[in-house]
């Protein structure tokens, strides 16, 4: 082992130093694994409104902008949106109103 310091402020002083080092490293590793990062994902921008239906049929859920009128509820991501719409057990289907459909429609 290298020699260390045998005061605290100087031993805390190293350890926060390995530290940032350590996140570093620890970014430079997930970069070189990933690529550079990617632009963050937008604000969420959609929401489900879910219609009662019978028990034993799928869901039934209206998708609206997350600034529709209509629009009640917790909003959700593109990604949150494609990932109920993967569900057999869920239909979903555009508000008429804000016809989240006809703009950056959540694939399927
Ligand atoms: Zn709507």
Known sequence: MSELPRD???LW???RYLLLLLTD???AIEQAENGPPR???GPPRYVVM???TPV???RLGVLHTAD???A???RLTIREVQQLRRSDARNIEACDVCTPDTQQRPAQ
């Open 72 to 74: 009640k509820g917790q």
């Open 56 to 58: 034993g049929t799928p």
């Open 25 to 27: 490293v620890d970014r």
């Open 68 to 70: 529709c009128w209509m």
């Open 13 to 15: 002083t190293l350890k």
């Open 50 to 52: 879910w219609r009662y």
């Open 39 to 41: 632009d963050k994902p």
């Open 8 to 10: 605290l402020p100087r």
